[in-house]
């Protein structure tokens, strides 16, 4: 009650100008990291989704906090110019996409924004003096998605099955994705019909009973197989010799058709078990001339298009002339690593994902890479390790989840000090965040953007970290 009490009194002392649900004029400034609208009234951010840079809108508030406020459109006074009709249907419903209202030139202009706004906030670098080139963007930016994860439910008695709805936990059925690629809407959508005609009880978030949680569906552009996995939250599954027969005659591009179990109350999709079901344990993909095997709980980048861009981005940081040692930590199946190993001499990857790490070897063997070897495990207690035994990389690549590098690891990179660290970066503000502490051993040298997932908020960033030249050398 305590803490309430503060945060009440704290709320009213910091934003009494600011009063729920009241309205007034804002001035958009630049777009923030989840992709709404930002402007300042009397000194207090307002968050206002769907808004645009330059834009002047009147809002109503919706929330206020002790440092901010959220607010939603009223009245649009001055439109941008990048402002367009969202070509999504469920778009203001879904909460997948936040930027399908904006030209996709803007689209660009606003995450190379993102990545200031985060240096700006969790560094003291001095953001002129940075190299930030331009966003790199797609030809094509829709249908780029190989793999969705849709939420599966029930609605009137059928089987639906799409994302979340933004800010609930109602399930918006979908069965036309943009930014999907067409054979993942068509195999999760056809899916959905099989469980409904076989009446396969569906998971209830809010009961937390049921069966099935998710139909994730996987394809590899180059190839045309197609992995779909259900997630459930046991084993038994009624009829399920039925159901898989079903689907691999409705569906002969299904080649691979896993059950992933997670009887956990979780926002995670996956469990930790996972059982083959039919056809081939992975599908595989290829970028250029690489060619992956991808099982059910297999890291692979979502765009395959944008993927070539990004590792050859990190091929260009991590500068190999063919006499370095690497090491790829996150290195999921081994996937960048593999892409730079013409130019390293040796490389060690690692991952706490078995199933990964086996992948990523049985692709070294199949690329002809023997100077690749990988291991279970974290790249914090494989390296210092190694560095006791001699074993010292000159670079590094890293390409960590969304929470950014793991604290020990971190420290990690500072004890070994390999000469370059390629960051590869989901998240601009972790990324951030890691590099300020970094700054005292590497120099930032330059920082990609690099756009992944185009229609959201969402940036990939390819920093090259160089090691501080010793004074007196």
Not at 155 to 160: A, F, P, Q, V, Y
């Amino acid at each position: 009650m305590k803490k309430q009490a503060y945060q009440h009194r704290s709320t009213k002392q910091r934003n009494a100008h600011i009063a729920l649900k009241q309205q007034f004029p804002l001035t958009i400034k630049r777009i923030g990291i989840n992709g709404e609208g930002v402007g300042y009234f009397k000194k207090t951010v307002v968050f206002v989704p769907g808004a645009l840079p330059g834009e002047e809108v009147v809002v109503e508030a919706t929330k206020v906090h002790p440092k901010f406020a959220e607010a939603k459109i009223k009245k649009i006074r001055k439109k941008s110019a990048e402002r367009i009709k969202a070509p999504c249907s469920v778009y203001e419903l879904c909460g997948g996409c936040q930027l399908q209202h904006m030209t996709y030139e803007g689209q660009l202009e606003a995450k190379r924004d993102i990545l200031i706004q985060a240096l700006e906030r969790y560094t003291k670098l001095d953001i002129n003096k940075l190299d930030i080139p331009p966003t790199i963007g797609m030809e094509h930016p829709e249908n780029y998605r190989n793999k969705s994860q849709f939420q599966v439910g029930e609605k009137d008695g059928r089987t639906i099955a799409g994302l979340f709805g933004l800010n609930s936990h109602k399930i918006i059925d979908i069965d036309e994705c943009m930014v999907q690629h067409p054979e993942t809407n068509k195999v999760t959508t056809e899916v959905k019909r099989i469980l409904n005609d076989f009446n396969i009880p569906t998971f209830d978030k809010k009961t937390n009973k049921g069966l099935i949680k998710n139909i994730v569906t996987r394809v590899g552009f180059e190839t045309g197989e197609v992995q779909v996995v259900l997630v459930t939250t046991k084993k038994d599954i009624p009829r399920k010799s039925l159901l898989i027969e079903e689907i691999k005659k409705r569906l002969p591009q299904v080649v691979s058709i896993a059950q992933n179990i997670n009887p956990k109350k979780t926002s995670l999709i996956f469990g930790e078990e996972t059982i083959h079901l039919s056809g081939k344990e992975s599908i595989e993909e290829r970028l250029e001339d690489f060619s992956y095997e991808l099982s059910a709980r297999a890291f692979f980048q979502l765009n395959p298009i944008q993927t070539v861009k990004l590792y050859n981005e990190a091929k260009k940081a991590a500068g190999l002339t063919g006499t370095e040692k690497l090491v790829d930590a996150y290195c999921g199946v081994g996937t960048i690593g593999l892409w730079l190993a013409d130019g390293a001499a040796e490389i060690r990857g690692m991952d706490i994902i078995k199933e990964g790490i086996d992948d990523a070897k049985k692709n070294a063997k199949k690329f002809g890479v023997d100077h690749a070897e990988y291991f279970v495990g974290a790249a914090e207690k494989l390296m210092p390790k190694w560095q006791k035994e001699g074993w010292n990389p000159e670079v590094m690549v890293v390409d960590p989840p969304r929470t950014g590098l793991d604290q020990a690891l971190l420290d990690t990179i500072k004890k070994v000090k390999p000469k370059r660290v390629v960051y590869v970066s989901c998240n601009p503000s972790t990324l951030a965040k890691d590099i300020d502490y970094l700054k005292g051993v590497y120099d930032v040298k330059y920082l990609q953007p690099v756009d992944m997932f185009p229609q959201t908020a969402h940036v990939e960033v390819v920093t090259k970290l160089v090691i501080k030249e010793s004074k007196g050398s």
